[in-house]
Nanobody, 119 residues
Framework: QVQLVESGGGLVQAGGSLRLSCAAS????????MGWFRQAPGKDRELVSG????????YYADSVKGRFTISRDNAKKTVYLQMNSLKPEDTANYYC????????????WGQGTQVTVSS
């Protein structure tokens, strides 16, 4: 098990940028694939981006490709989501999640951080 704590959310104007961080505690962080999910009011939770244990493989939802960048620092046990060119439709609660290799399911979740993009 890892415990996850997100930070970096806030209010930003459209076109602006934010960087989310997710700090993990516990052992063997490098054995976990990491992901960022988001959930807007009245909508399903969606996977925004994911990164492999070593960081050499990433995934992005079509809606954020070219604007968001996921990265991780295993020495710091932290995963980041750099969000550029933000749009009002990016407004949501963003959650960090972890899945222990070789599981496919994310089963460790942070408490979330709110991102609000004003038009």
């Amino acid at each position: 098990q890892v415990q996850l704590v997100e930070s970096g959310g806030g209010l930003v104007q459209a076109g602006g940028s934010l960087r989310l961080s997710c700090a993990a505690s516990g052992r063997s962080f490098s054995n976990y694939g990491m992901g960022w999910f988001r959930q807007a009011p009245g909508k399903d939770r969606e996977l925004v981006s994911g990164i492999s244990r070593s960081g050499d493989s990433t995934y992005y939802a079509d809606s954020v490709k070219g604007r968001f960048t996921i990265s991780r620092d295993n020495a710091k046990k932290t995963v980041y989501l750099q969000m550029n060119s933000l749009k009002p439709e990016d407004t949501a609660n963003y959650y960090c999640a972890a899945r222990l290799y070789p599981k496919a399911q994310y089963d460790n979740w942070g408490q979330g951080t709110q991102v609000t993009v004003s038009s």
